[in-house]
């Protein structure tokens, strides 16, 4: 059993979200996936297995602080680099499909850059008044500058307000304490001409309620790309930002293929490798 440290979604070296990779997971117990993920403290921790599915190349377990996720999208891009990387070999030439909560999600080579296909949305819509309002709290963003209100689930629940401006999403102050289970994000537009056409930020309550703002995230990401194309606010492809308020500085490529499916993309970078793992 050996651990990797993977970089995800990086427009750099060291810039994006990291995530730690457990190979040969199979001897351990649900208790010991989640203190392992809560000792590491990043935003998720995944565990590689053998598939039960025939139609996967192998099973991730996604775990978070707060317990374990059915599917999120930069665990979804490290593992696969790191199962790859570990000489993984994909029943499908130039396809590898991941067993995982929500079913079998494939990835692809999007020239230097991974790209997973979006899992169907669980719900989408409007937020209904309560949760429109309790959004606004948690994030602390001014009412004035909500374009819409969204729910933008895809195993998280992530309940999305889009916002006017890029401008507007940075300046948000999100409370520090919040419910166990909150997925809240914000979306806005960039200005033309930079290296990304829209900024997100993504906040989550870890075990002790404490709000946390994740560096760069694949399934808001993914959930946020079927919302804007759908909507006809982006076509073809679109470049969003994030983390730059944590440190991070996140680029994901977002991307609409001619079958309307919707492919979301990023540099994955090996950090470390091979550190031999003796879990308690």
Known sequence: MFLDLVDVFGSGPLSGNPLAVVHGGEGMSDAQMLRLTQWLGYSET?????????????????FYPAGE???????????????????????????????????LVEVR????????????????????????????????????Q?????????????KLLHLASAE????????????????????????PGGAAQFELRAFFADPAGKMVEDPVTGSLNAAVAQY?????QAEGNYVAAQGRKVG?????????????????????????????????
């Open 69 to 103: 996720l059915p599917f999120a999208g930069h665990p979804t891009l490290g593992s696969a680099h790191a199962w790859l990387a570990a000489g993984g070999k994909a029943k499908e030439d130039g396809c590898v499909v991941q067993e995982c909560g929500i079913g």
């Open 248 to 280: 991070a500085d996140g680029l994901v490529y977002c991307s609409q293929d001619e079958s309307g499916d919707v492919w979301i993309a990023g540099r994955v970078e090996t950090v470390a490798t091979g550190g031999a793992l003796f879990p308690a």
């Open 228 to 232: 804007l194309f759908a909507s006809g």
């Open 168 to 191: 507007a999403v940075l300046a948000a102050e999100p409370v520090s304490r919040a419910p166990k289970g909150t997925d809240v994000a914000l979306l806005g537009p960039c200005a």
């Open 46 to 62: 995944t565990f590689l297995l053998p598939p039960t599915d025939p139609g996967a190349d192998y099973r991730v377990r996604i």
């Open 146 to 158: 909500v374009v819409a209100a969204v729910h933008a689930a895809n195993g998280p629940g992530w």
């Open 109 to 144: 080579r999007d020239g230097e850059r991974l790209a997973f296909r979006a899992p169907p949305l669980i719900r989408s819509g409007p937020l209904d008044a309560e949760d429109r309002a309790e959004t606004l709290r948690l994030t602390g963003t001014d009412e004035a």
